[in-house]
């Protein structure tokens, strides 16, 4: 083999080594498994009424041990399909699946048993304005079962909630701090 078919060889794996470095780090980590926004939490921006849009999935195969997951389960118990806001324990498991069911079916969704967009932004409905600005906002979820908790969101687009133990917690679908 010539000297020069060498260096061309090598020269095409080299593309090729950086063209793969280059798309690795292009792409954008799954940072929220199963999320429509992409982002590793709730979020929001601009007017508060349409933030819940395009959240992610949380069931008992995606995102099923998380602070998303617990805040779903303070809108269930909000709305009376979990008993005790202590339900809310930020595991999927299947009480909430269940408690999902029913609720879209309530609500006239399908009941797939899946909070995916659809019932994020149904739920959304339900949110208050309490006071403050676009930017950093104090918001409370009512449930049709007259129970109430509190949200935030951050002048960064990130949703809080307090949880049945008085906790705020950051809602974030790769993490469970809730118990």
Known sequence: MSSHTKRIKWGAC???????AVLAMSTTPAAA????????????AGAWSDDWGNEG???TNTN???NATCLWQMVLWANGYLSSNSDADGDFGSRTKTATANWQSASG????????????SHAAGRINYSSGTESDLYLTYVGSAGRSFILHRFPDGVYQFVDADGASRNAGYNYRTCS
């Open 14 to 20: 080299t593309v090729g080594a950086l063209t793969a």
């Open 33 to 44: 498994n199963g999320t429509y926004s992409g982002l590793e939490y709730v979020y929001g």
């Open 57 to 59: 999935v949380v069931d």
């Open 64 to 66: 099923r041990t998380s």
């Open 109 to 120: 969704l399908t009941a797939d048993r899946s909070a995916g967009k659809a019932s994020w």
